[in-house]
């Protein structure tokens, strides 16, 4: 399968503060790269669709000012959660669609965020 | 509104048995199905996929079947391994390609 690589896996850092999380596709061109948030023992919840050279797509109730998404070319995809407050803690996870991927998603690793 | 539903948040088999995973759907517009297996603090690896216009795929000890009529599918794994013990998502899709997922049931498998 397609492989996907995301980046820091883990990171900790102090309240107040910005982080960014990187997600590439290793060796697929991805139009499409997907954002995606899991609480502990929950589903996973999609934060934020975006396409190659063009603004993301946030769902309800996901702020765009504070998860900053850049898309900037066809393998890499930047999550930057601004501002950071405990409540922000979370496992964080990419995923990426290439052409005629006929809806499936490579998922990155995740990464887990601590804020302190 | 929880659109795909996997109502039993666990299972345990029996090493060599035959597991089965189920999961409803509400949204009549799904047109595509997926299977997902994940590990903690790791992302799902993608299983196995079904387009709306099939009721069987199969792939090696992977084979998942839908029922439209019923909006439910199933993912049956045989023999189930030990290696199988993770928890498997179920998700569905329409047209914007956008994944919705199930919550999730934590497959152990009993050597």
Redo the contacts between chains.
Sequence with gaps: ?AV?S?HPSWVICKSGTSVKIECRSLDFQAT?M?WYRQFPK???M?MA?SNEGSKATYEQGVEKDKFLINHASLTLSTLTVTSAHPEDSS?Y???A?GEGA?????????T?LSVL | DQQVKQNSPSLSVQEGRISILNCDYTNSMFD?F?W?KKYP??????LI?I?SIKDKNEDGRFTVFLNKSAKHLSLHIVPSQPGDSAVY?CAA?AST????????TTLQVKP
């Design positions: 399968g996907v995301q499409t997907f929950q589903s996973l999609l669709t496992f996870i990419c995923s669609r006929k809806n499936i998603q490579y998922f990155g690793a995740g887990r | 595509y997926l997902y603090a790791e992302g799902p690896t993608f996929s387009s998502f899709s390609g956008k994944l919705i997922f199930g919550q999730g």
